[in-house]
């Protein structure tokens, strides 16, 4: 539980600058809070264009550590990340979204975590009135995530692939293949095919 602030500034009849801060506790999503320590976050995000949005997060999340069997809340993760998104999920046309991420782990070690990440969609709408389908969405995405930046060969990377099968603008399958990789010296990649149904109201 926790409470924020939002604050928006209009640059014209549709490009918008927000600024959200928040307090908050809890260890996470629908987990009790344990100690009396508050996470705080932020976001930042600015309307460039019609089309182009450009933002920044900050996050400090408490942290519970067990040293000598004893738990100590006194330590802190945080982390921050900037971003660009070109579209909007969903809309015809083109989407992208590439984002940088970077934390600092809450152990006594206070390892530096880094995450890379790129999403691609193109969205072609049906013309024919009678289809069943009301967009073909191909897409893809990449991942490269790694937990410990002094360490060699921990490093993770994600490939994903497939299409997008729009019923109505509120109903859609999704079929893709998915690839991990690591940087580890002969562990083995993981891959399969994932799918998904999704339906908003």
Do not use: C
């Amino acid at each position: 539980m926790g409470a924020s602030l939002r604050l928006e500034h209009k640059l014209d009849d549709i490009r918008l600058i927000t600024v959200k801060v928040g307090a908050y506790n809890g260890q996470g999503e629908s987990l009790n809070d344990v100690n009396d320590k508050k996470s705080f976050g932020a976001r930042a995000t600015a309307a460039v264009t019609q089309k182009l949005d450009v933002g920044a997060s900050w996050f400090t999340h408490d942290a519970i550590v067990t040293s000598n069997d004893i738990p100590d809340s006194s330590f802190t993760n945080s982390a921050w990340d900037i971003d660009a998104q070109y579209g909007k999920t969903g809309d015809e046309g083109l989407y992208a979204l590439v984002e940088y991420l970077e934390g600092e782990n809450a152990t006594a070690a206070t390892l530096t975590m880094r995450g890379i990440q790129g999403v691609a969609a193109y969205n072609l709408r049906m013309n024919s009135p009678t289809s069943w389908l009301y967009a073909v969405e191909p897409f893809a995405r990449v991942d490269l995530a790694d937990p410990d930046t002094d360490t060699d060969d921990d490093g993770a990377t994600v490939f994903t692939a497939g299409l997008g099968l729009y019923m109505s603008s509120k109903a859609w399958f999704r079929v893709a293949y998915e690839r991990q990789d690591f940087q580890l010296a002969d562990a083995p990649s993981i891959s399969g095919v994932r799918s998904m149904l999704a339906v908003s109201f």
